[in-house]
């Protein structure tokens, strides 16, 4: 039988001294705090300001610990990679462009694959990784307002309306605030363009990638388009997921991210005309699960 005392220190040590029988009891103190054990039996009473409360069952040592909550800014790319722990560098002979920033957990599983993928003969080269909301909302407005041409022509000129524009703009580019890229678990890997994995080089390439990928946690979010994923962006051969993160933000994302959040870019109204959360952000390859 379990019994639990709660009693100054001074008293609790004068009734051990004054006991009698055959009973061992041994008397630890650590501050205000007094353990008392008779046997095999333990008591115990909570120092100032501890709840009188069981412990809790330990973990297993083989459990995932379940994520914490994910902040707004790292749901929406609101932050700086190169300053925030979050975030890794990705080695220099795997870059393969200007964005060189990743999730930690991601990048150190994109060189354990990049490193299996060269001793088999394949070269992975990351042409882009983290992207914050600024750097999504250049891309995005340069397409909005002509600076980068879509199909050779200027989007304001061969498509006026705003919706239809976006649209067309979210073939295989993200609105400001929406784009996975912004949580460092995404890599475009070799080349952004589909018709570079139908060459001899790239097609080796891809298909090592859907063979071994998912081995070290990565899966092409943007598989084609079809019955099993209707919705979305265009197939990208490049992109590739880093699931055992990107999986908990995906989860968060609509919860924590409204329509009231994508602003502060042009166009940012059709966003809730084109429902872009569960058409864009939460449409993805059935084989990544969520």
């Not at 022509?153 to 919706?163: E, I, Q, T």
């Not at 400001?176 to 589909?194: A, M």
């Amino acid at each position: 039988m379990m019994l639990r005392w709660t009693l100054p220190v001074a008293a609790l040590l004068a009734l051990a001294a004054c006991g009698e029988g055959s009973s061992q009891v041994d008397i630890a103190v650590s501050g205000d705090r007094v353990t008392i054990e008779d046997g095999a039996q333990t008591a115990s009473t909570p120092g100032p300001g501890e709840p009188d409360t069981p412990p809790t069952a330990a973990v297993a040592s083989n459990e995932r610990p379940a994520p914490g909550h994910i902040a707004l800014n790292y749901l929406i790319g609101n932050v700086d990679p190169a300053s925030d722990p979050t975030f890794a560098r990705i080695p220099e002979e795997y870059i393969g462009g200007s964005r060189v920033w990743g999730h930690k957990d991601a990048v150190e599983a994109f060189v354990r694959m990049a490193e299996a993928a060269a001793s088999n003969g394949y070269q992975l080269k990351a042409v882009s990784a983290f992207r914050s909301f600024e750097d999504q909302k250049k891309i995005w407005e340069d397409k909005w307002t002509g600076v980068t041409r879509v199909e050779g022509g200027k989007l304001p000129d061969s498509v006026p309306d705003p919706k239809a524009r976006a649209i067309k703009i979210l073939e295989f580019s993200s609105m400001p605030g929406t784009s996975r890229h912004h949580w460092g678990t995404d890599f475009d890997l070799n080349s952004l363009n589909n018709a570079y994995f139908n060459t001899r080089d790239g097609k080796r390439i891809y298909d090592w990638l859907t063979a071994h990928a998912a081995q070290y946690g990565f899966c092409q979010v943007y598989s084609p388009k079809g019955e099993e994923r209707p919705t979305g962006y265009e197939e990208e051969k490049w992109h590739w997921s880093y699931m055992p993160v990107a999986s908990w933000y995906l989860q968060q994302y609509p919860i924590d991210v409204g329509y009231e959040r994508l602003t502060g870019f042009e166009g940012a109204d059709a966003a809730a005309d084109i429902d872009v959360i569960p058409n864009y952000v939460e449409s993805i390859n059935p084989e990544c699960g969520n």
